[in-house]
């Protein structure tokens, strides 16, 4: 049994199946594909998930037992089991898994949980009175409700729960999800992040932080960034044991690497100006992964558009990459789709996963004027091509001839409170 | 509501709500039993509060664990009007 363990331990966590609701549409591909092409989904300065549209996913009855945030989290579950061949088709529970049901687990992170919920309920508690407050109420806001929907919804009976680390719960969850499958305690897990918070009182409450950009634009690293963009959405990523996964024929899309998680302890909203606590989980998930600086190939930065967090972040990936940080591309996707907070580390993961894969180098948007020190390569204005090893090319490496070489990125994500989670991806 | 409902009105008020829960409204007849139509505790909550404003009944969850058809339902808010 031991050693069993062991060997699993040994075993590369792959990713099967991924699916994401942002606000450049349904669908991870849709995402990756216009972010790509430099297209933008910020309106009226917000990132809001326009086309997403719960009828197509969910049934009246599943509708209304859902909040937002977990409408999003079923829809983008719902594609990626539908992507890793766990389910017949897209908008069905799956009815048939490739594991025990006992032996997947569910890890969904999330900033708030249901907040429009816990809004509508103080309304009706004010306007008609207590005994009209709605028996749904705490089965819909409590923020392992998107966790629950997903056991429930496929049947996966292993553990499940949420994690909220503000804007790192994305990143959390498919970190937990992976040490899940590591320690043994699950054969698969479904992870990801959701957030629906486009309300009244969000608006207000980041807004009296001075945390949302004045002018509605997200542009990370550029001087003349603001704030940032508030955005909705979800994604969820479908994690298995790469021999279980090739022995059933999935398809591989990448592997989780390793997991790095550490904390500023320095401030309740402010990162350390020094980056040294976000670096920290850098270099975490890089001695996870067991790869030197030299192998990355593209970070995929929090990038967040706000004055502070561009700058501590910049320092960090000096701090973590050294010399190597300046020979390789780093881009934010929030430059794209705005912040989606606690699901902004899932739907970055699937943006990296799938831009390793193709061998591109996203685009920052918005940044034609970098502040003065904020002088890595941040991709302005469109993507190009990721070549493996970045420009070491250039550098005296040379790329190899003929076998292709696997690309690896790291993800950065950092919540207030000071939690830093980063993951280090792979694609073949 | 004052002096008069009648048990019609209870009905509707029932079927209407059921409906709006999710359940199918093609399905929602008197010997329709709550596990036919898919209607659980959650849904019974929500009855009891809309049983409660609009007839003043108020029905305890010790009382709805004993209803398993609509017209179980209709006819235990029936005998509180």
């Known amino acids: 049994m031991e050693a069993t363990a062991r060997i699993e331990r040994a ?31 910020i309106a009226d300065g917000e990132g809001a998930c326009t086309d997403f549209d719960a009828g197509d996913f969910l049934s009246a009855k599943e509708a209304r037992r859902a909040d937002r945030f977990t409408q999003l989290a079923i829809a983008a579950c719902d594609e990626a089991l539908a992507d890793a061949g766990w389910a017949r088709e897209r908008g069905r529970g799956a009815d048939e898994l490739p594991y025990d049901r006992e032996r997947v687990g569910c890890v969904l992170g999330t900033g708030i949980g249901g907040i429009r919920t816990l809004v509508d309920g103080q309304d009706t508690l004010r306007e008609r009175g207590a005994q009209f407050v709605s028996p749904l109420s705490v089965p819909l806001m409590m923020s392992n409700a998107g966790a629950g929907a997903l056991s ?23 970190g937990s999800a992976l040490r899940m499958l590591q320690s043994g305690e ?28 004045q002018t509605g634009v997200s542009r990370p690293f550029d001087a003349r960034r603001d704030g940032f963009v508030m955005g909705e959405g979800a994604a969820v990523i479908v994690l298995e044991r790469e021999r279980a996964a090739r022995a059933r024929g999935a398809r591989v ?64 990936i000096k701090l973590a990459l050294g010399e190597h940080a300046r020979r390789i591309p780093v881009s934010s996707t929030k430059s794209a789709i705005g912040h ?7 739907v970055e993961a699937v943006a990296t996963l799938l831009a390793l894969r193709d061998r591109i180098a996203p685009p920052t948007l918005g940044l034609s004027e970098p502040e003065a020190g904020l002088d890595l390569d941040y991709v302005p204005g469109a993507a190009r091509p990721l070549a493996p090893g970045g420009h070491r090319a250039a550098g005296g490496g040379s790329a190899t001839d003929g ?26 | 509501m004052s002096t008069a409902v009648t048990t019609e009105q ?29 209607i659980d505790s959650l849904d019974l909550a929500e009855l009891s509060q809309i049983v409660h404003e609009q007839f003043g009944v108020e029905l305890k969850g010790s009382d709805v664990a004993e209803v398993k058809s609509v017209d179980d339902a209709v006819q235990l808010i029936a005998s509180r009007l």
């Open chain 1, 186 to 213: 699950a054969d698969a897990a479904v992870a990801g992040g959701s957030e629906a918070g486009l309300t009244p009182l969000a608006r207000a409450a980041f807004g009296a932080l001075d945390a949302l950009s």
């Open chain 1, 403 to 428: 076998e292709r070489q696997p690309v690896l990125a790291l993800s950065n994500s950092f919540g207030f409170g000071g939690h830093n989670a980063v993951l280090c991806l792979e694609a073949p």
């Open chain 1, 253 to 316: 899309i990448g592997r989780v690497r390793g997991y790095g998680a550490s904390s500023d302890a320095h401030h309740l909203t402010a990162p350390r100006e020094d980056g040294e606590g976000q670096a920290a989980a850098m270099r975490a998930a890089l001695a996870d992964a067991g790869v030197a600086v030299e192998r990355i190939d593209y970070v995929n930065a929090h990038g967040t558009s706000t004055p502070l967090n561009d700058r501590a972040e910049t320092h960090a």
């Open chain 1, 152 to 174: 429930m919804r496929h049947g996966l009976r292993g553990p499940s729960f949420a994690v909220s680390s503000a804007c790192a719960s994305g990143a959390h969850a498919i």
């Open chain 2, 10 to 38: 209870v009905e509707k008020v029932v079927t209407e709500s059921l409906a709006t829960f999710g359940a199918d409204p093609d399905q929602i007849t008197p010997d329709a039993t709550f596990e036919a139509l898919d």
């Open chain 1, 340 to 346: 989606l907070l606690g699901a902004a580390g899932a």
């Open chain 1, 11 to 41: 075993d590369a966590i792959v990713v099967t199946g991924v699916g994401a609701v942002t606000p450049l549409g349904v669908g991870a591909r849709t995402l990756h594909e216009r972010w790509c092409a430099g297209e933008c989904g």
